[in-house]
């Protein structure tokens, strides 16, 4: 038979309900102002529901006002309850105290599980009003689940579980408290809401259990969907890139010598010259990529707002040329090159050469000499064109930035506006760093896969599986104790 889960979130005012309402449902309802009092009335908005008929509902109440003044008038009655149902309030005559009495009717009348909001910005023994809603919540006797709010910007497992402890060893002498966990309203993660419905499961009402792991499990293959989705924005934006090349124009010998003089550092290379027309149209595709990436991703969150123009800087070492070399020209140029690059290497091996620093050319030029190098240069390669790609380097750059972009899309709370780009926290770049470490060998490969004719699909593949790995290591570093579903992985992968 299709049952009903109602989860009643409260709060002293002003904390920030009806802001996590907003997060957990991922759209707009309420109204958010910066003052007590906001959310007069209960309002109730489905979470999720299954097609056999189960639903799992979030109301949003009103805040508690006086709350220690109605601890205290329950307190001075023979039956609390019986004097709350009995009584008739004037909304407009005691404003605190009639929200406190709106909220409380809420919780007795629909909730089978309390979510507490508290502002854990505040050492818990100077938020006076705790204990008195306490008090209140513990006479009514339904079982809660006290949320921390307003912990700032995400902050390393240890820090944030310290929170946790104070509060928990702050409510230890609470009955009705079942759990206490952080769920910051902005800056929240979908592997947080996995752990409060693993909460959630442990209090529900064993009549009511089994309509709650339906709900769960269906809650949860959402998640999936959505992570498997974001892994594949996030492979096509970067096989995107893997494969970009932009041909460089045929330039004559002054294009030549000034391109040599800048290798050389004996002169800047024009900006209107042929290598650097390549480049700028190389790095406005990717720019492009990049941004239309992020607003898909942001969509697929269910955020607001579009992504900045990315400022990328014009690196000359971060291009990788493809250099299509007459071999007239490459026998004129072999003894000043020879004695200059002497010193770079080169893997001939993998069938073509990586040259940085806007090079015209680099490698073993002793063993080979210049004419020779120019002719297995191109035969390896193919070649007819010069061509301008993104190196190895550019490209696992592009894999941190891509890992830290989503962290930043996946735990920016809807409560908190339309979506903006901010800095990351350190210690996500420290754990993205140590999970690639990890998976380094992966990524050689995939790059590898460039040089192969239609690799499009399996960098794509390659990278979904890599991507996939990665995340999932820097997710369980983030919140630890916390099992990653195998499944999303595979998912990704497939």
């Not at 907003?22 to 959310?39: C, Y």
């Not at 404003?95 to 502002?119: G, I, K, M, T």
């Not at 390669?381 to 190196?391: D, F, I, S």
């Amino acid at each position: 038979m299709p049952q009903t889960i109602e989860l009643s979130l409260v709060s002293h005012t002003n904390v920030g309900k009806t802001t996590l309402a907003r997060t957990l449902l991922g759209r707009e309802v309420g109204e958010v102002r910066d003052e007590a009092h906001v959310t007069e009335a209960a309002d109730v908005f489905e979470l999720v529901a299954t097609a056999g008929g189960d639903r799992l509902v979030l109301w949003d109440t009103p805040g508690f006002g006086d709350s220690a003044r109605l601890a205290k008038r329950l307190a001075q009655s023979d039956n609390p309850l019986g004097w709350f149902l009995s009584q008739v309030w004037d909304r407009y005559r005691d404003r605190p105290f009639w929200s406190s009495q709106q909220a409380l009717r809420n919780v007795r009348e629909r909730a089978d599980v309390v979510l507490y909001l508290v502002n854990a910005s505040e050492p818990p023994q100077d938020a006076g009003y705790v204990g008195p809603e306490m008090r209140v919540l513990g006479w009514i006797g339904k079982p809660v689940v006290v949320l921390l709010n307003q912990l700032g910007r995400p902050r390393p497992a240890a820090e944030e579980q310290a929170d946790v402890q104070r509060w928990r060893a702050h409510l230890a002498g609470e009955l009705c408290v079942r759990a206490v966990l952080a769920l910051d309203a902005f800056a929240r993660c979908w592997v947080q809401e996995a752990t409060l419905f693993g909460e959630l499961a442990a209090v529900i009402h064993a009549d009511k259990r089994d309509a709650f792991a339906r709900l769960s499990a269906l809650w949860q293959q959402r998640r999936r969907e959505t992570f498997a989705a974001a892994l594949e924005l996030l492979a096509q934006r970067l096989a995107a890139a893997a494969l970009d090349r932009e041909t460089v124009a045929e330039g004559g010998w002054a294009d030549s010598l000034r391109t040599l003089g800048a290798a050389l550092g004996v002169r800047r290379e024009a900006e209107d010259s042929p290598r650097q027309r390549a480049m700028r149209a190389l790095a406005e595709r990717l720019d492009r990529g990049i941004r239309t990436s992020t607003d898909q991703l942001i969509a697929l969150h269910r955020l607001g707002g579009r992504a900045s123009a990315e400022i990328l800087t014009r690196l000359a070492e971060h291009y990788a040329v493809r250099e299509r070399l007459s071999e007239g020209k490459a026998a004129a140029f072999g003894g000043v090159l020879t004695g200059a690059l002497a010193g770079l290497k080169a893997d001939l091996a993998s069938g073509g050469l990586t040259f940085g620093a806007g090079l015209l050319v680099g490698g073993v030029l002793g063993a080979l000499g210049a004419a020779g190098l120019a002719r297995g240069y191109n035969l390896a390669r193919g070649a007819e064109h010069t061509l301008l790609t993104w190196n190895d380097a550019v490209l696992d750059g592009l894999v941190v930035s891509a890992l830290l972009g989503y962290l930043a899309i996946a735990h920016y709370g809807r409560g908190r506006g339309d979506w903006v780009a901010s800095e990351y926290p350190a210690h996500w770049q420290d754990t993205v760093a140590a999970a690639l470490a990890q998976q380094q060998e992966l990524y050689r490969h995939v790059w590898s896969l460039r040089g192969d004719a239609d690799t499009s699909d399996a960098i794509e593949s390659a990278l979904r599986e890599a991507l996939a790995a990665t995340l999932g290591e820097v997710l369980r570093q983030l919140y630890p104790g916390v099992e990653i579903d195998h499944r999303v992985a595979a998912e990704a992968a497939n």
